[in-house]
């Protein structure tokens, strides 16, 4: 009987793998065994996304309506003002959002006024008492600090895949380059977010391989998002059959057993669950979501729909300022 949930820095592709593959039944009981270890299992967190900066995106992420690479009808958009920016985020905070995460379709972040006008951001995303997240692509370990300085609660910047089916998705950057990004938010002391997608043509083997690869890290990332792949008309990803809702419970209760303490995010993709099947995202260890209609470029159940979900789901929003 395994009753020890402290965390574990020594997971194997293959021993996830198993834990993956257990009767379901087993396997979320196990998950919310971990989960009750750390977590209040009524609450969620509800997290708003902002793209404050779409489209044109040199980088090749074959997923990806942003990318350059690809014709979709996502409208180009230079980097907003920090007015408006910060309008957003209060908003958010009305709707009862704890954390406000603003995405940038960047390679990386550049010095100069665009990433000086992304810092003034993050202080006033701080000052309204909110959370605050930015994935901006890659970053410098002193550019990390600066957003640190800014008062940064986490940064955002996702594995996607395993290391072996990572070239088959992105040719632009390397899974390196991923690493040391984030090892770069790491020593700055901003927590890291990090997770991925399913349903992108990967393995299970994969699925379990990219979760091995971030419950090794010490610490584990504070918060692992878990994507079901929103295929957009335009990427190459556009016609992959959609994923059995199924499988997203049992990546989350793998990556909630694998890192007990962190924040598990069920992500992109609830356009396409039922609220069952939510609630068994739940079960199985998800304790946040993003709220709003709008991911960052594609549709996600509004708040009304949510505020009907949590009802009848018996679950509390986290409350801001904690
Ligand atoms: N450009 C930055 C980067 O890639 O780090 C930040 C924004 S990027 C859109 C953030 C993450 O959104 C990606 O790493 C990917 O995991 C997720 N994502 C993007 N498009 C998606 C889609 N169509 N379906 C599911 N997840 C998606
Ligand atoms: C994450 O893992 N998922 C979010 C957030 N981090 C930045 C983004 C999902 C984007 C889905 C496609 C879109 O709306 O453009
Ligand atoms: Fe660019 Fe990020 Fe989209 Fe990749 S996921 S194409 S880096 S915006």
């Known amino acids: 009987m395994m009753t020890d949930t ?10 996830l793998r198993e834990i993956y593959e257990l009767p379901i039944t087993e396997l979320v ?8 270890e750390f977590h209040d ?29 690809y014709q979709t009808s996502v409208e180009k958009e230079a980097l907003l003002e920090v007015a408006d920016v910060l309008g957003a985020a209060q908003d958010a905070k009305a709707s009862g959002s704890s954390r406000f995460c603003m995405g940038a379709a960047w390679r990386q972040v550049r010095d100069g006024d665009q990433f000086e006008r992304v810092l003034e ?3 006033g995303v701080r000052a ?23 008062g940064l609660t986490a940064y955002n910047h996702n594995l996607d895949t395993s290391p072996e089916y990572y070239g088959e998705i992105i040719t632009t950057r390397t899974y390196e380059e991923r690493l040391t990004t984030l090892a770069n938010v790491r020593k700055a002391g901003v927590t890291v977010c990090s997770g991925g997608i ?38 190459p990803l556009a016609g992959q059959p959609p994923i059995d809702p199924l499988e997203l419970v049992r990546m989350i209760a793998t990556a909630r057993i694998a890192m007990p303490k962190s924040r598990v995010r069920l992500s992109a993709g609830r356009m396409s669950l039922s609220d069952e099947a939510q609630a068994l995202c739940f079960l199985a260890g998800a304790n946040s ?7 960052l470029t594609t549709p996600n159940p ?17 409350p801001v300022g904690v």
């Open 128 to 150: 309204l008492g909110l959370e605050a997240c930015c994935t901006l692509g890659m970053v410098t370990e002193v550019q990390a600090q600066r957003l640190a300085e800014a």
């Open 121 to 123: 951001m993050v202080r």
């Open 6 to 15: 402290s965390p574990r820095h020594d997971w194997t592709a293959g021993e």
């Open 198 to 235: 399913i349903g992108m043509g990967e393995s299970i083997q994969d699925r379990a391989a990219m979760l091995a690869v971030l419950a090794t890290q010490n610490p584990h990332p504070e918060s692992v998002p878990v994507n079901a792949l929103v295929p957009v008309e335009g990427t």
């Open 29 to 36: 009981f196990r998950a919310q065994s971990a989960h009750r």
């Open 41 to 69: 299992p009524a609450k969620v967190q509800k997290c708003t996304l902002l793209s404050i900066k779409t489209g044109a995106c040199p980088e090749d992420c074959a997923y990806c309506p942003q990318s350059a690479h």
């Open 289 to 295: 979501i993003f709220a709003g209609d709008k991911l």
């Open 302 to 318: 509004g708040e009304d729909r949510d505020q009907a979900l949590f009802e009848k789901l018996g679950l509390e929003a986290e």
